[in-house]
C-alpha cells in the first residue's frame, strides 16, 4: 500500500465531525453519508450500534483521535483570530497617526491635512 499524505479534513468533514461530537448517544447512520466511510478510513469516527426505538441501529461516534483533531482545528482557528492585521503590523503596534482636531477662530473643529 502507498503511503499517501492525509488530506486535510475541511468543510463538510468538519461539520460531520462537530455533529458526532454533538449527539454523544450517536449520529444516525444516514447523516453525511458521503462524508463518514472516509472518517472512518482516517480513523476519526466510528460505526457500532446504538439504542433506537425498541431496537438497536447503527450510529457514528466519533473517537479520541477526532476530539483531538478538532480541538487541533479550533485552535489553529484561534490562533489566526488573534493575529496582528496586516495594516497594523506595517504601521506598528500603536496603530497609524491620529489627527488632533484644532479650534478655528469661530469655535468649529477642523482637522489638519
Not at 60 to 83: C, M, P, Q, S, V
Request: proline letters at 12%; one cysteine or more.
Amino acid at each position: 500500500m502507498p503511503s499517501e499524505p492525509i488530506a486535510p479534513v475541511r468543510g463538510r468533514q468538519v461539520a460531520a465531525l462537530r455533529s458526532c461530537l454533538l449527539y454523544p448517544q450517536g449520529l444516525r447512520h444516514e447523516a453525511y453519508a458521503s462524508v463518514m466511510p472516509i472518517l472512518r478510513k482516517l480513523g476519526l469516527v466510528v460505526s457500532r450500534p446504538a439504542r433506537g426505538p425498541g431496537r438497536k441501529v447503527p450510529a457514528w461516534f466519533i473517537t479520541e483521535a477526532g476530539r483531538e483533531h478538532l480541538a487541533e482545528i479550533d485552535a489553529a482557528k484561534r490562533r489566526a483570530r488573534t493575529a496582528r492585521p496586516r495594516s497594523l503590523a506595517r504601521v506598528g503596534a500603536e496603530g497609524p497617526p491620529v489627527c488632533q482636531p484644532e479650534v478655528c477662530d469661530e469655535g468649529n473643529y477642523r482637522y489638519p491635512l
